[in-house]
């Protein structure tokens, strides 16, 4: 768990007064316990000072700032323009959008049926492990916490080879009353 606060950072940059390369840039920090975010800030505050003195003539003795440290962590879990197994993905359809979120558990030992999705989906595996096939004779091998582009009008079906169930969060981007997964025959 993440907890928002401050860190206090300072800096001291020093320029000569002939103006030229030299520049010399020194942080300190105190974390308010908030770890590598605090120290994320600091290096881009130093960054960016140390960028603002390579360009010009500037003096600063002695700087402080109070920073806040956002309460709340953000992780890309998938972003792609193509699907697992690198087709591109198509675009997406005309009409009015509906977006469909679903919770998929897939008991051990259990074999979906050969399907298709005709629009662009993504999960993430939550639990357990599940195999994706494809007709074409591709493989995903997916472990909880894997996220993964899902492959879009090609055939495949999903497997559960492992003991406990596989549990999978699933987002469509559809259209309205169209359907988003087709058995396929």
């Not at 881009?44 to 500037?58: D, H, Q, Y």
Request: aromatic residues 6%; glycine residues 8%; hydrophobic residues 40%.
């Amino acid at each position: 768990m993440r907890i928002g606060g401050y860190a206090k950072v300072q800096y001291y940059m020093d320029r000569n007064q002939e103006c030229n390369r030299h520049v010399r840039l020194h942080l300190t920090m105190t974390d308010t316990n908030q770890g590598d975010s605090v120290k994320n800030i600091a290096m881009t505050v130093g960054l960016v000072l140390l960028l603002a003195g390579a360009s010009g003539c500037v003096h600063v003795a002695h700087k402080e700032h109070l920073v806040a440290v956002p309460p709340y962590a953000v992780e890309t879990l998938a972003k792609s323009t193509r699907s697992w197994d690198a087709a591109l993905l198509p675009p997406y359809p005309s009409g009015q959008p509906e977006v469909t979120l679903l919770r998929i558990t897939i008991p051990p030992g259990t074999r979906l049926p050969l399907h298709h999705h005709p629009v662009i989906n993504a999960g993430v595996l939550l639990e357990g492990q599940l195999t994706v096939i494809a007709e074409h004779g591709k493989r995903l091998e997916l472990k909880a916490g894997d996220a993964l582009v899902e492959l879009v009008t090609t055939p495949h079906y999903g497997i559960n080879e492992g003991t406990s169930p596989a549990v999978i969060i699933v987002f469509y981007a559809g259209t309205e009353g169209a359907p988003y997964t087709k058995v396929t025959h």
